[in-house]
């Protein structure tokens, strides 16, 4: 019988920032983006935007339990029975979620306030469940751990950029500063008879908001558009 | 060279390049168009799109002359220099003080929503490559009619980028809309900017600025501009009668105040085979239906005379037609060809809901009672849905039908 070596097939050792694994970073930002291309997460791109400071506050938790999560399924991928392997990565999501909601109350807690539910929500944001069963399932932990990073940082980039317009046409700050003047006292713009735009506060304008930024992408960059 | 001569050789020169549709657009505008027919002709009908909407306008003409006169009769009547008139060729509402009270704050009302609308949809014809639609001509002269006097020009500006670009151009321009352009224009305004198209103050021009000199410090009486759905909302007492009502000498948006001469602009669409009659009339009969069952309601004294819904719900049933702006939407909006369904059992589902949900949404929605626009809106969203239903049943009757011959 012929002697069976043991041949490792080691592979090549990757860079830890290779090409293929900065895409994998950059790619969600524009044009694998969570929100415009994909449209996922979009509830609670509607629910939070009226304001930057939540905004950001989501992006930040978001991008932290899908770095860490994707990190923890990736570990675990193999010994995860595939059976049960949804109600795994809801665990883990909710173990990630209530950490921060914890954290949250404790050293922000008029902001945990103003984000009431939503933060509890992230556990049903598409955008977690899919990275876990997309990506971290099959991939190891670093490319994981950029995978998670980049989708949620693309999720909040669009999350900044909804909230940006819509802080400022609706309420005429941003962060809560008056940039545009004061409404009562009729400083600034307002002294011109400007007023700000309540629509925008509304949940309608976040969609509208989310679709012009959409058409804009694909109209600078052809290859998005679908056929049908 | 004349005119028509020099655009004709404008366009010549400019054919093929992308500024062409702004020039074929001002020379369709203003005379017939030199192309004729180049593979063989079928069917000629004059009745072109541009003649539809010519139709429509001619309609629309007497309420905004009306609007025009009854703007400055509301302000100088709130201000005190003249009487309230009784008949409808009363001196003190024809006068020329009226009439260039009028001008001077409905003209630009007009002129903005022409100008800032053509211009997007000149922007987007030469953008994307096509001919200008002539689909804005009513549009545009349906939105200084249907907002309040006092509407400062940019929020009009703005809201009408809005309509044109989100209501009509994103879904490919005039004929592919699903949302009626005008009232997305004025939906917008009103969750935009709640205080200029609600409340006492903005149906009467200078009642805010009385308002804010009274803030000021000065000793004057304010004005209150209350529109009849307003004071019924409040549950106050209505001081015009029926017959003002119907004539259309009470405060409210600039075209939408005289019920005759929207009866009048009905006739005229009806005559014309432009507008619908199926629609007008399904609509009038779901006002009716919806306001006798809540006259029912408050006969059977199911709710008493302290609810918040009472003043509206006692309200005759009739008198929903003459009020607010129902009469206006139901002629004018609710039959626009492109967002009303197509089929006629289709129209009569789609005009009788948007009447019956005006009523609805007027007595239990008193933050803001004007309930024909949310009406319009939603039945547009649905109109496809109607349709389908209603072919499917047609397709439905005929299997039936062509079952029974052949077993």
Same mark, same amino acid.
């Given at each position: 019988?012929?002697?069976?070596?043991?041949?490792?097939?080691?592979?090549?050792?990757?860079?830890?920032?290779?090409?293929?694994?900065?895409?994998?970073?950059?790619?969600?930002?524009?044009?694998?983006?969570?929100?415009?291309?994909?449209?996922?997460?979009?509830?609670?791109?509607?629910?939070?935007?009226?304001?930057?400071?939540?905004?950001?506050?989501?992006?930040?938790?978001?991008?932290?339990?899908?770095?860490?999560?994707?990190?923890?399924?990736?570990?675990?991928?193999?010994?995860?029975?595939?059976?049960?392997?949804?109600?795994?990565?809801?665990?883990?999501?909710?173990?990630?979620?209530?950490?921060?909601?914890?954290?949250?109350?404790?050293?922000?807690?008029?902001?945990?306030?103003?984000?009431?539910?939503?933060?509890?929500?992230?556990?049903?944001?598409?955008?977690?469940?899919?990275?876990?069963?997309?990506?971290?399932?099959?991939?190891?932990?670093?490319?994981? #751990?950029?995978?998670?990073?980049?989708?949620?940082?693309?999720?909040?980039?669009?999350?900044?950029?909804?909230? #940006?317009?819509?802080?400022?046409?609706?309420?005429?700050?941003?962060?809560?500063?008056?940039?545009?003047?004061?409404?009562?006292?009729?400083?600034?713009?307002?002294? #011109?008879?400007?007023?700000?735009?309540?629509?925008?506060?509304?949940?309608?304008?976040?969609?509208?908001?989310?679709?012009?930024?959409?058409?804009?992408?694909?109209?600078?960059?052809?290859?998005?558009?679908?056929?049908? | 060279?004349?005119?028509?001569?020099?655009?004709?050789?404008?366009?010549?020169?400019?054919?093929?390049?992308?500024?062409?549709?702004?020039?074929?657009?001002?020379?369709?505008?203003?005379?017939?168009?030199?192309?004729?027919?180049?593979?063989?002709?079928?069917?000629?009908?004059?009745?072109?799109?541009?003649?539809?909407?010519?139709?429509?306008?001619?309609?629309?003409?007497?309420?905004?002359?009306?609007?025009?006169?009854?703007?400055?009769?509301?302000?100088?009547?709130?201000?005190?220099?003249?009487?309230?008139?009784?008949?409808?060729?009363?001196?003190?509402?024809?006068?020329?003080?009226?009439?260039?009270?009028?001008?001077?704050?409905?003209?630009?009302?007009?002129?903005?929503?022409?100008? +800032?609308?053509?211009?997007?949809?000149?922007?987007?014809?030469?953008?994307?490559?096509?001919?200008?639609?002539?689909?804005?001509?009513?549009?545009?002269?349906?939105?200084?009619?249907?907002?309040?006097?006092?509407?400062?020009?940019?929020?009009?500006?703005?809201?009408? +980028?809005?309509?044109?670009?989100?209501?009509?151009?994103?879904?490919?321009?005039?004929?592919?809309?699903?949302?009626?352009?005008?009232?997305?224009?004025?939906?917008?305004?009103?969750?935009?900017?709640?205080?200029?198209?609600?409340?006492?103050?903005?149906?009467?021009?200078?009642?805010?600025?009385?308002?804010?000199?009274?803030?000021?410090?000065?000793?004057?009486?304010?004005?209150?501009?209350?529109?009849?759905?307003?004071?019924?909302?409040?549950?106050?007492?209505?001081?015009?009668?029926?017959?003002?009502?119907?004539?259309?000498?009470?405060?409210?948006?600039?075209?939408?105040?005289?019920?005759?001469?929207?009866?009048?602009?009905?006739?005229?669409?009806?005559?014309?085979?432009?507008?619908?009659?199926?629609?007008?009339?399904?609509?009038?009969?779901?006002?009716?239906?919806?306001?006798?069952?809540?006259?029912?309601?408050?006969?059977?004294?199911?709710?008493?005379?302290?609810?918040?819904?009472?003043?509206?719900?006692?309200?005759?049933?009739?008198?929903?037609?003459?009020?607010?702006?129902?009469?206006?939407?139901?002629?004018?909006?609710?039959?626009?060809?492109?967002?009303?369904?197509?089929?006629?059992?289709?129209?009569?589902?789609?005009?009788?809901?948007?009447?019956?949900?005006?009523?609805?949404?007027? +007595?239990?929605?008193?933050?803001?009672?004007?309930?024909?626009?949310?009406?319009?809106?939603?039945?547009? +969203?649905?109109?496809?849905?109607?349709?389908?239903?209603?072919?499917?049943?047609?397709?439905?009757?005929?299997?039936?039908?062509?079952?029974?011959?052949?077993?």
């Amino acid at each position: 019988m012929a002697e069976v070596t043991e041949q490792k097939v080691k592979e090549p050792k990757e860079p830890l920032f290779s090409k293929k694994n900065k895409k994998l970073l950059t790619d969600p930002l524009a044009d694998n983006n969570p929100i415009t291309i994909q449209v996922l997460g979009i509830c609670s791109a509607l629910a939070i935007t009226a304001q930057l400071k939540p905004s950001i506050v989501m992006a930040i938790s978001v991008i932290f339990v899908l770095g860490v999560g994707n990190v923890v399924i990736s570990l675990m991928r193999n010994i995860i029975p595939s059976k049960i392997r949804i109600i795994v990565q809801l665990v883990v999501v909710a173990a990630l979620v209530i950490i921060v909601d914890q954290v949250l109350k404790a050293f922000a807690y008029t902001l945990s306030k103003e984000l009431s539910v939503f933060i509890g929500l992230i556990i049903t944001n598409c955008i977690i469940m899919g990275r876990f069963e997309a990506f971290a399932l099959g991939n190891g932990p670093w490319k994981s #751990f950029l995978d998670g990073v980049g989708n949620a940082a693309g999720y909040g980039l669009l999350l900044v950029i909804v909230a #940006f317009f819509r802080e400022l046409l609706g309420s005429g700050t941003l962060f809560g500063i008056k940039v545009l003047g004061d409404p009562i006292e009729k400083t600034g713009l307002y002294a #011109f008879g400007y007023e700000n735009n309540g629509f925008m506060v509304l949940a309608p304008m976040a969609l509208i908001t989310v679709g012009v930024i959409i058409w804009v992408q694909r109209s600078k960059n052809k290859a998005l558009i679908e056929d049908h | 060279m004349s005119l028509k001569d020099k655009l004709h050789s404008l366009k010549l020169k400019y054919k093929g390049k992308k500024m062409a549709p702004a020039f074929n657009a001002i020379h369709t505008f203003l005379y017939l168009p030199n192309e004729i027919t180049h593979s063989g002709a079928h069917v000629r009908g004059a009745d072109d799109l541009k003649r539809t909407m010519n139709t429509v306008i001619m309609a629309l003409l007497p309420c905004l002359i009306f609007g025009m006169f009854n703007a400055g009769y509301q302000h100088h009547l709130a201000i005190g220099e003249i009487t309230a008139v009784d008949g409808f060729f009363g001196s003190a509402f024809w006068s020329i003080d009226n009439l260039v009270v009028g001008l001077w704050k409905v003209l630009p009302l007009v002129v903005i929503s022409y100008g +800032v609308g053509l211009a997007v949809e000149f922007l987007f014809a030469v953008i994307k490559g096509h001919e200008v639609e002539e689909g804005y001509l009513v549009t545009g002269m349906l939105v200084p009619l249907i907002v309040p006097v006092d509407t400062p020009l940019w929020m009009l500006a703005v809201a009408v +980028v809005f309509g044109v670009v989100i209501g009509k151009e994103v879904f490919g321009g005039t004929g592919m809309n699903i949302l009626n352009p005008a009232l997305t224009i004025r939906a917008f305004l009103f969750f935009a900017y709640p205080t200029w198209m609600s409340g006492d103050k903005v149906w009467v021009h200078g009642a805010v600025e009385r308002a804010n000199e009274i803030a000021g410090g000065a000793q004057l009486d304010a004005i209150s501009g209350e529109t009849v759905l307003g004071a019924l909302a409040q549950g106050k007492q209505v001081a015009y009668s029926a017959s003002d009502m119907f004539l259309g000498f009470i405060p409210g948006s600039v075209g939408e105040t005289s019920a005759l001469l929207i009866l009048l602009g009905a006739l005229f669409l009806v005559f014309t085979k432009i507008g619908s009659w199926r629609i007008m009339l399904s609509a009038v009969l779901g006002a009716l239906v919806m306001g006798l069952i809540f006259n029912g309601v408050v006969s059977a004294e199911w709710i008493g005379t302290g609810s918040k819904f009472y003043s509206l719900m006692s309200t005759e049933f009739w008198h929903h037609l003459i009020i607010g702006g129902f009469a206006f939407g139901v002629v004018f909006m609710a039959t626009d060809p492109v967002t009303a369904s197509q089929t006629n059992k289709g129209k009569w589902i789609y005009g009788f809901l948007i009447g019956f949900i005006s009523i609805l949404i007027r +007595v239990f929605n008193p933050a803001y009672p004007e309930g024909v626009m949310l009406a319009i809106l939603l039945m547009n +969203v649905f109109a496809p849905t109607v349709d389908h239903y209603v072919v499917q049943g047609n397709i439905k009757k005929r299997m039936k039908r062509l079952k029974v011959k052949t077993a």
